[in-house]
């Protein structure tokens, strides 16, 4: 998938006046996302034994606590145990349950429409105390990794080993000077960790670095909290599809012993339409982009998609869409 940036033509040639170049950087996210996965993939692969060893812990109880769920499963993912840091599950959660947060809505319209005025104003997207936390987490593990030699087989050192070497690429955005910069944070570190041994070795800019640890959270957290959220709340609505996915929960448990097994999960198949459902009905992102990589035709429609072009697929009115899924309001997981 190649990476374009923006071009200097009429259009946009007084694009810098509205649109910040932090936001610019952001918004080929998705098109990139090949480019990370690669690095990135292996931590992705293979989650099953870390869930097998904790379903005898996972209670979800309502009124807020499936948030407490994800998170204490997220921080072992991201750093794998307890770093000497301010990443403590108690303060994620006081973060995101705030009585005192404000009404974000009109900050964060602002910030997209305006990013210029907003940043003389000094409006922010995210609150400073949430950026500012993030931040001095991730650097204070880093910093107390590089100073004991600690190397460990978690996502945090996946992307330190990745920031370490300077990328052949010649669109990265990781410069020498970065590259100075990084290894005087970083160090050296290994990468003969078990979970990396199928990643390559092209590194990441400093931008997909910095990216990566932010969508981890973002996407870890946000995503499971709700998507747990809104399949109890479909279940609560829909006492039958609870009953039937309840019996398939009991047979197949009776079938494997009580055993939460791999074979098992794959095998409730109820359970997954359910999810899936939920997600068609409420999907976590509302739109996504790509860009082609060559010049297309779709089939007969006399429709060309140029090269280089950047798609937005409207996920949300996909899934609402009656000629796709007939009664597209209705939560259905036979369909």
Known sequence: MEIVGPRTTRRNSSRHIFVNKDLQNCSHVFQRIDRVRK????????????????????TINIKGKNVNVSLDRLKPAYILAEDNSKA??????KLQTSDNKPDLTQKQSRTVLFPNL????????????????????TLSIITERKRTGQTRNDFLQLLMDTA?????????ELHEKDSEDIASTYGGVSTDHQIFKNVTKKNLSMDELVAQCVIFFLAGYDTTASTLSLVTYQLALNPDVQEKVH????????????ELTYDA???????DCIISETLRLYPPALRTERQSVAEYTLGDTGLTIPKNMVISIPVFAMHRDPEFFPNPDKFDPDR
Do not use: C
């Open 88 to 93: 403590t599950t108690t303060d994620h959660i």
């Open 265 to 271: 999960l794959q095998s409730m198949k109820y359970l």
């Open 39 to 58: 690095q990135l993939e292996s931590p992705y692969e293979g989650p099953f034994p870390v869930i097998e060893r904790q379903d005898k812990y996972f």
């Open 164 to 172: 370490t070497e300077l990328s052949e690429d010649p669109k990265s």
């Open 118 to 137: 907003t940043r003389w104003f000094s409006i922010s997207f995210f609150p400073p105390s949430a950026t500012n936390f993030f931040r001095e987490a």
């Open 247 to 258: 019996q398939e929960l009991v047979d197949t448990l009776k079938e494997t012993n009580g």
